[in-house]
Each structure stands twice: as structure tokens, then as C-alpha cells.
């Protein structure tokens, strides 16, 4: 039995050798990027070079996907050079859902409409506001070109957060900001600020 024990040992100790002697490349799993973040990514690089001359840097973008609900990672940070993408919860504007079911319905660039716009936002400077740190955004865009008049902004908030899903299955609703989560607003701070590009719209991308 003991001399059974021992040949099994030696053999898992060559075995373990002849492993460890391989190149490391004979263990290198296939990088394979989802449909959906490859989608996420050619709408950020098309957004980005559509508004290029505006923005100050273009290494990652925020693509807000408001066709799915509340309740689901939706604000997208699409870095375009390592083509990676991160995703994280973001509440719509009341205005765009007075059933408040966690569904935007409408856009609005309207004044006081408490609703959501659609376009392309260039990130401003931040500064401290009713939520605190808070990051302004210039719409670009016909559909969101009153955003700085309307105070849209990207800023955290508690009913953003992710425990909102648990008492009641959605986010709470801004007056038309981009709403994070507390604990990822810094993420935002670090990666979206200083002239980068945010886009929303309905985009369905899964």
C-alpha cells in the first residue's frame, strides 16, 4: 500500500513538472468579448470620433442604454483602448417615467420636464452640489442642448443604489440627471470626468 502511495506521488510530482515546463502560452484561454460589449464599444468609438473636436480625451466613453429598465447594469464605461467594458446601475429622470414602473417612456430637452435627454453629453468640471461630488455635462445635441441651463448632471445618490432593487425591484427617479449608485460614483470621478463623452438613448443593446 505504502509502495503504491509512493508511485503515485512520484508520478503527480512529474506530471506537475511536465506541466510546469510547458510554455505558458499551451494554457492561454481564448479572449472572447460579448455581443453586447461589442456592440457597446462600437457605439462609444462612433459617438467619439462623431464629436471628437469637442471632447478632450477619448480613451473611455459612458453609454447610457435607456431601453432597459431601473433594475439592470445600464450605464456603460466602454474603454476604447483596452476594449473592455464595465457596467454599472443608473436612474432616468421622473419626467420619463410618471408610472415610476423603472421604464424610461419619453426623452425630454425641455426646462423643468424632470425628464431624461437623449445625445451626446461632453463632461465638465465637478463640483459640490445637493448630492455632493458632482460631475456638469454639455449636451451637444438638439435633443439635449439645454442640459447645462437644466442642470443635468452625473452625481450620486441613495436611491440609486443597489438595495432600492431589493425593497422595490427599481431605482428611484431623478429630476433628469444621470444618478449613480454611492459606491460608484467614484468610478465616474476617475474614468468619465474631464471632457470625456457620455451618449444616452434607447439603444437595446442587451
Known sequence: MNGFDRRTVLKGAAALTACVALPARAFAQAFSISEQHRAILAVAKAQVERNRARLWRTDIAGIADFALPSSLPRFHFADLEKGEVRSFLVAHGRGSDPEHDGFLKLFSNVPDSLATSRGAFVTYEWYKGKYGTSIRLG????????????????????????????????????????????????????????????????????
Open 139 to 206: 449636451g451637444v445635441d438638439t435633443d439635449n442642448s439645454n442640459a447645462l441651463e437644466r442642470a443635468i448632471v452625473l452625481h450620486p445618490a441613495w436611491y440609486a443604489n443597489p438595495d432600492m432593487l431589493e425593497k422595490w425591484g427599481k431605482l428611484g427617479r431623478s429630476d433628469g440627471c444621470f444618478a449613480m449608485a454611492e459606491a460608484d460614483f467614484n468610478e465616474a470621478l476617475w474614468h468619465l470626468s474631464g471632457g470625456r463623452l457620455i451618449y444616452a438613448d434607447r439603444l437595446g443593446l442587451g
